[in-house]
């Protein structure tokens, strides 16, 4: 652990990003947690004035900075919505490596992180045996959104609803990619990501599909690691480290022409984070700002850069959409996702508050349940009220979310990727 003035000096460095908030307010207006608490430590010019008071020596109560600063989703529309421009994820993201470095690990974060996800082969091994005895702890619940709920009380899961381990992992199923541009004149890297992967394995095959449809080239490695984005929330910066240079490895060398991935979250990670937080080695730097300018959502790129055209019919579904606080705050892409839902013949309708957060955040969901089901509850209203049959979205960490939300309602409302309901219609 280092010693509290250590930790002073290097909060410090975020003084010049810390000083152009002007406490207008404006982040009050849009905070999913402080909507719920009322709190002016959970919105975020009271989180910056904690780290800016502790920088400065005035607050002697660490702990405090600590809690408060987990206790937020990272959602970015603070920052998407700031008239000063404050970079508070950089900010959030920074103040939690220093306070990890200070405090250090939980131990199970250090098992989680340091043992499995950075050693992404024994993390698939031991994902792939919990699969094959899952149903002796989970039961189902509904079949339309593919729910399940524990047989009985188990830590972590409590009374949730969740999609259950897919059987057979996408990487079992298509075992390592390598085809050359076809018609399209394209050649893609893709990359799933773990809960596409391991839970959401549909929407990996349904994007292939759409590839060959298109005559979309494929590069997608084995042994794909994870994006990093939950120990960099964590603030677990050399996990982070290592998980970007073991995709560098994957991924750094090879030709293509654009790096598409079907989560939005993995989609915002490499595209900013991992040129803006990795500190290692300067050549893997300079390779990731050539992969973050390569990196699209699939819903942009199948839109802007593939022939796709909207049906002069609609089928019987009605499907609505929400949108992802990774694609629509960090990378502002919102028009696209509903393009492609209209090109998938359906007939679409816009809910109230599309584009608030369904507030799963990562880990929040783990530490804070209460409050994300109850700002999920609203994003639950919400879709039910739109009249839809479906929703789609762009993040299966919003799909296992918004499962939740809906299954406890039982309405008989599906949960989609946008991708899956376009790959359905060719």
Known sequence: MDDIQKLLEQLSELDDQIINCMKCGMCQAVCPVFSQTGNEADVTRGKLALIDALSAQILDNPDHVQETLNRCLMCGTCQANCPSGVDVVEIFFRARGVMTGYYGLSSIKKIIFKGMLANPGFFDGLVSISAKFQNLFIKGVDEKLGSSCARFNLPVVDDRHFNALAKKPLRKIVSGVDTPAGNSGLRIGFYPGCVVDKMYTNIGLASLKVFEHYGVGVYMPKGQACCGIPVLSSGDKRT??????LNVQKFGAADFDYLVTPCA???ATIKELWPLMYTGNREISETLKVLGD??????????????????DETNGNTVTYHDPCHLKNSLKVTRQPRDLLKASGIQFVEMNDSGTCCGCGGTFNVYHYDMSKEIG???????????????????????????????????GIGVKHVVELYADSL
Request: charged content about 25%; glycine content about 2%; proline content about 3%.
């Open 294 to 311: 390569k990196c699209l959502d699939i819903n942009q790129f199948l839109v802007e850069h593939l022939e796709i055209t909207v049906p």
């Open 377 to 411: 509850n609203k994003k639950a209203d919400n879709i039910i009220d739109s009249g839809a049959d479906l929703v789609a979205t762009s993040c299966p960490a919003c799909m296992m979310q918004m499962t939740d939300m809906l299954s406890r309602r039982n309405r």
């Open 265 to 267: 979250s993995c989609t």
């Open 240 to 245: 982070f480290n290592k998980l970007v240079e």
